[in-house]
T-cell receptor, first 113, second 115 residues
């Protein structure tokens, strides 16, 4: 089955700096890659997703890049703010895979003032 | 829309007791997922349903765990008997019908503590 690895497990940045979180996947048939943000004590919520037919997608301060050849994708957050502090999860799934998402282990992002 | 609804939000029970967690997916969603989240193991998929039918239960830890979806608007996850290592946050999520993969909407979770 699919295996998703995520790095780093913790990340501390200064407010205003950029943050990058990286994930690799094992199943070359995977074609959908969402990113979820989970604030302390809250539910995971989708912040951005990308499909395998595009290499990059942006939404304001958040962007995701995908390298299908290398089977890795990354989340980029620019101009970080304290409210970006949370745990971020990457995930992967494939069409015909029964809607099943395989999650990475999470990255605890801390944005310091 | 109220989103995915889970009950109870918190459950404290003693080892050996039966625990039933409940989930109401978003109306019109045809896929439902049960996850367990712990510090040690992260976010694990336990089981998921498509059109009320269990598709993959390979994540269910053992026979003490069972899940049902009697209709499109209700699902339960039961643990019998419960053990302290079952302590975790259990999330239910749902997803709308469609060929392409898309967002899963998570419920608020049930925090289970087994003493």
């Amino acid at each position: 089955g699919e295996n998703v690895e995520q790095h780093p497990s913790t990340l501390s940045v200064q407010e205003g700096d950029s943050a990058v979180i990286k994930c690799t996947y094992s199943d070359s048939a995977s074609n959908y890659f969402p990113w979820y943000k989970q604030e302390l004590g809250k539910r995971p919520q989708l912040i951005i997703d990308i499909r395998s037919n595009v290499g990059e997608k942006k939404d304001q301060r958040i962007a995701v890049t995908l390298n299908k050849t290398a089977k890795h994708f990354s989340l980029h957050i620019t101009e970080t703010q304290p409210e970006d502090s949370a745990v971020y999860f990457c995930a992967a799934s494939k069409t015909g895979g029964g809607n099943k998402l395989t999650f990475g282990t999470g990255t605890q992002l801390k944005v310091e003032l | 829309d109220a989103g995915v609804i889970q009950s109870p939000r918190h459950e404290v029970t003693e080892m050996g007791q039966e625990v039933t967690l409940r989930c109401k997916p978003i109306s019109g969603h045809n896929s439902l997922f049960w996850y367990r989240q712990t510090m040690m193991r992260g976010l694990e998929l336990l089981i998921y349903f498509n059109n009320n039918v269990p598709i993959d239960d390979s994540g269910m830890p053992e026979d003490r765990f069972s899940a049902k979806m009697p209709n499109a608007s209700f699902s339960t996850l039961k643990i019998q008997p419960s053990e302290p290592r079952d302590s975790a946050v259990y999330f239910c999520a749902s997803r709308p019908a469609g060929v392409l993969e898309s967002e899963q909407f998570f419920g608020p979770g049930t925090r289970l503590t087994v003493l």
